[in-house]
């Protein structure tokens, strides 16, 4: 069974500073891995995605994810913060081989951005 | 496109009436899902159709709770009698095959029990 891990429930960073989320997951077959994003009394939008092809993933915002198969890792990073990327960010897991079109979720992350 | 429709965003009622909450899928999308989301316990999948099939259901915390899909562009979620401890944000969400195409997700319901 497939599962994923979100260390830290909270991250603060300052304004201007790296921003990195960290997620792990387990599979027992290549994944398919994504980040999604939920700002306050909204529902969740993808960030972005690794299905195959190039480990480094770039997606809106400036926020980029590398998977990385020898750490079982995909974290989540920005080089420079954002008081608008305030907001919870949630890993998600995809087994190819599952049954079904299925995503399990990690925990989420509820990033602080201090001025 | 205009994404995942739900509705209605907010919704209050009294304990022990009837609460039916609205999804309505994008397009081509073969797969739905229902979420729940509080703040003790996450995001937790309440229950998701396949071709308007429901597949999986274990996550539906009880018999209060019920869901329909009568055709690909229309699902709701009821719950009867509605109790306290039933708020919380519902989302619906939609996706399509092949794997790796990830969800969309509406922008939820915010039910209040009280």
């Known amino acids: 069974a497939q599962s994923v891990t979100q260390l830290g429930s909270h991250v603060s960073v300052s304004e201007g500073a790296l921003v990195l989320l960290r997620c792990n997951y387990s599979s027992s077959v290549p994944p398919y891995l994504f980040w999604y994003v939920q700002y306050p009394n909204q529902g969740l939008q993808l960030l972005l995605k690794y299905t195959t092809g190039a480990t480094l993933v770039k997606g809106i915002n400036g926020f980029e994810a590398e998977f990385k198969k020898s750490e079982t890792s995909f974290h989540l990073t920005k080089p420079s913060a954002h008081m608008s990327d305030a907001a919870e960010y949630f890993c998600?897991?995809?087994?190819?081989?599952?049954?079904?079109?299925?995503?399990?979720f990690g925990g989420g992350t509820r990033l602080m951005v201090k001025p | 496109d205009a994404g995942v429709i739900q509705s209605p965003r907010h919704e209050v009622t009294e304990m022990g009436q009837e609460v039916t909450l609205r999804c309505k899928p994008i397009s081509g999308h073969d797969y739905l899902f229902w979420y729940r989301q509080t703040m003790m316990r996450g995001l937790e999948l309440l229950i998701y159709?396949?071709?308007?099939?429901?597949?999986?259901d274990s996550g539906m915390p009880e018999d209060r709770f019920s869901a329909k899909m009568p055709n690909a562009s229309f699902s709701t979620l009821k719950i009867q009698p509605s109790e306290p401890r039933d708020s919380a944000v519902y989302f619906c969400?939609?996706?399509?095959?092949?794997?790796?195409?990830?969800?969309?997700f509406g922008s939820g319901t915010r039910l209040t029990v009280v």
């Open positions: 159709f396949n071709n308007n099939v429901p597949i999986d």
């Open positions: 969400a939609s996706s399509h095959t092949p794997r790796g195409t990830g969800y969309t």
């Open positions: 998600a897991v995809s087994d190819q081989t599952g049954a079904g079109n299925m995503l399990t």
